[in-house]
């Protein structure tokens, strides 16, 4: 854990209050340095020997890290107090959102998990003669180049790179391991006069580590750009050409892959008995890394871009997402609030971007007005990890609104969603989405908004997002009951219609939930309402269609325990008393098989009227007994075989 903060004013363009920080941090924060960076180095030097430190400098980290190397010692986590806080146009005191961006930087890094990706620089690059064999001839020295041309007219005569004649049927897999599918595919023959090439055939095999496709057509892949090893470039533009080549060239050794999402495949509601369920993350996925496998989804980690929109989207819990963890998210969450809050600020505003919002935060700090006071700037590996639940808890938390800013790669349609649930929960306008990419811009609407009041008693639940979410709801809305929510919400009720319901248990039977019940001793159909994931899978099983859906969210505590939806009186066997089935569908079953001619006899049509025991038995005692034969034969003895001889 850091015991001290080494702060620069950066050459006196911010204030920075010192006993403040020391007050609120708990940490050791000496005179701040104005060329931390330069003739200060010393002190930065100083720190890092005796370790422990934070740095409170982004810009030159570069200067920092080499300095660290040099001394043979670790290097110190940076904090930005200046892009983020110090240079703002606002005149009120910084020292809350300064103490707040401390206290997140304190908390412990989660090491990242990777998987290991090994190129061998198989290279096959597609599109015409005129692009692909230049390309090539740059790209010989460093990769294993195979080109695939569309005509063995354009076949060179070299022996410096392969050339083949084909097309690209199917493409799958991510950097390091594509598996392509050829057709027509025509191979060199060595030898004779001029390009002697194979027959053409279909369904070709192979493999490459990188794939450069210069064909300026239809790509190969869904959200290309997200596809690692996959380079596409317009053939006509000779700049996107030259960066492909450029990349191409240095995807050669082994690479670290993120695992950006973990799944939990006891916890999906994707599909049982064949029946399909939710299907969110697979309609989500940009990429399709998600494909169903059973009763759960399967995840390629190779694939996965890490957007997080399956983890937001995920009603279960079966895909969260590991890049951070989203625990680690919800802390980083409440902690601003609450040190914020400690040191002495009153409703703060969150802001929540990517990288690319980031950079427009510092644009706007050293070009604009910077960031408000109140404003808490949190950055996140991807926007799209940010779901409803996240929203919720950072209101009630203390928050007074939450902000996206989403970049060019964010899924606004999935954010949407979000933003629709998360207002839905916590209130109108809590939560917002400022999609601009003017940094001015961006600044001027924090400027000009008004927050709503936060809530008054803050609160920082922990659990599962859905358990997050159902607690930082109660604290939103002390005094109602149930919210209702858009349609597709991940929280509801189910409807069952009485008057349609045989009490056939399908849907329990087929509940990954267990939102739904039944009761051994009665003909009961129970429902928990805290457990339903709203995934469909009851009212596609149901046969006679009486299970329907109503989005809302149970703040009560009835959402947490079971409650009977339907019942009926049971059957007592005519025979011996007992309970079992339904009256109801007994009788509607007697009355319908009336008329059939295997129930014309009285008795056949009083076994429907019995348990299970009673009706063998009837069956056993009745004179056409299905289970009584004709008089068991004779054994045969020897006496019997001996007698029929002629010699005996």
Known sequence: MPKSLITCDCMGSMQLDIDGLRQSTGLEVSK???????????????????????????????????????????????????????????????????????AEALLPAVPAKTRDVISEGLCLITGPADVTLPVAEQLKGFLSVTVLLNSAEDVPDTCEFDVVVGKIRKANGAFGQFDLTIDALQLPQPGGRGANLSDPRDGGQTQCDIL????????????????????????????SVSASVLAASHMVGTFEKPLYVKAEPLLCAHSRAEQTGCSNCLDLCPTGAISPAGDHVSIDPMVCAGCGACSAACPSGAITYDAPPVDLTMRRVQTFAKAYLDAGGTAPRLMVSDAHGAEMV???????????????????????????????????????????????ATDRDALQVQIALAEAIGGTDSVTLLDTTDPDAMSDA?????????????????????????????????????????????????????????????????????????NPDLPQLRFQEDACLQCGLCSHVCPENAISYLPQLDLTDAALTQKVINEEEPFACIEC??????????????????????????????????????????????????FQGGERPKPRMTEDYLSKRRDH
């Open 32 to 102: 701040p340095c104005s060329t931390l960076c330069t003739t200060q180095i010393d002190k930065a030097a100083a720190a890092l020997e005796a370790g422990d430190t934070i740095i409170c400098c982004t810009q030159e980290a570069r200067v920092f890290e080499a300095l660290a190397a040099e001394l043979g010692q670790p290097e110190a986590p940076l904090l930005d107090l200046r892009d983020r806080a110090g240079w703002s146009a606002d005149s009120a005191s910084k020292l809350p959102k300064m103490s707040a961006l401390a």
């Open 212 to 239: 450069l496709d210069l064909t300026g057509g239809t790509p190969l892949f869904p959200a290309p750009e997200k596809r690692e090893g996959y380079l596409r470039a317009d053939p006509a533009h000779a700049p």
């Open 362 to 408: 510092r644009l706007s700090a050293r070009h604009g007005g910077g960031l408000p006071a109140d404003l808490i700037p949190m950055e996140v590996p991807a926007l799209n990890l940010f779901g409803h639940a996240e929203a919720v808890a950072a209101l009630a938390a203390g928050f007074a609104s939450v902000t996206l800013v989403p970049s060019p």
């Open 446 to 518: 924090f400027y000009g908004a008004v927050a709503p009041v936060p809530v008054a008693t803050p609160v920082r639940p922990m659990g599962t997002r859905r358990q997050i979410t159902r607690q930082a709801a109660r604290a939103l809305n002390p005094d109602t009951e149930t919210l209702p929510l858009p349609a597709n919400a991940p929280y509801g009720a189910v409807v069952v219609n009485t008057d349609d319901c045989t009490l056939c248990l399908s849907c329990v039977s087929l509940c990954p939930s267990g939102a739904l019940g039944d």
């Open 577 to 626: 008393g007992s309970l079992f089935g339904v009256k109801s569908t007994i009788e509607k079953i007697t009355e319908k098989l009336e008329a059939h001619s295997m129930f014309q006899r009285p008795e056949a049509l009083k076994m429907i009227q019995m348990c299970d025991n009673c009706r063998v038995n009837a069956q056993f005692q009745a004179t056409d007994n299905p």
